[in-house]
């Protein structure tokens, strides 16, 4: 398995990323797809939290993006990671690896648009601490709804 090495950037605390969101453009020319895990965010704890999308690059370009929080299924040896698991790695990361080898086999891989972004918050409701899973309203008096 190969992984693409992302540099300081992606290292260090990056608690601040806590509900905010990884994502990548990533396609690949080659058949024969395995299964691991996509992404891997490695802690001076040594915890390892994966996170493996259910869509596979393709041969055009293809943006994956999750984020970074309890309710998205970053893993910890198969189990769900719990947001102090998340929290606990993102407070010194050592490692951040993006799966580059996508095939069994001769392929291409190419990476793209690597972007770490913090958590927007908005008329109070912040997407680090409430339930991103929910949708909610934020209508308020008046003929909005």
Request: hydrophobic content about 35%.
């Amino acid at each position: 398995m190969d992984y693409l090495e992302h540099g300081s950037r992606f290292t260090g605390d990056l608690t601040g990323f806590y509900g905010g969101k990884i994502s990548y453009a990533a396609r690949i020319d080659g058949s024969a797809p395995f299964g691991e895990q996509d992404i891997a965010l490695v802690g001076a704890n040594g915890t390892t939290i994966t996170y493996q999308f259910d869509t596979l690059a393709s041969a055009d370009w293809t943006t994956f993006a999750v984020r970074l929080d309890q309710y998205s299924g970053w893993r910890i040896n198969g189990a769900i990671a719990s947001e102090t698991d998340i929290v606990d790695v993102l407070s010194d990361v050592v490692s951040f690896r993006i799966r580059g080898d996508r095939q069994i086999g001769t392929d291409r891989s190419d990476l793209d648009t690597v972007r770490l972004t913090s958590p927007q918050s908005f008329k109070g409701i912040s997407p680090a601490t409430d339930r991103p899973d929910l949708l909610r309203s934020t209508f308020e008096k008046g003929g909005e709804g």
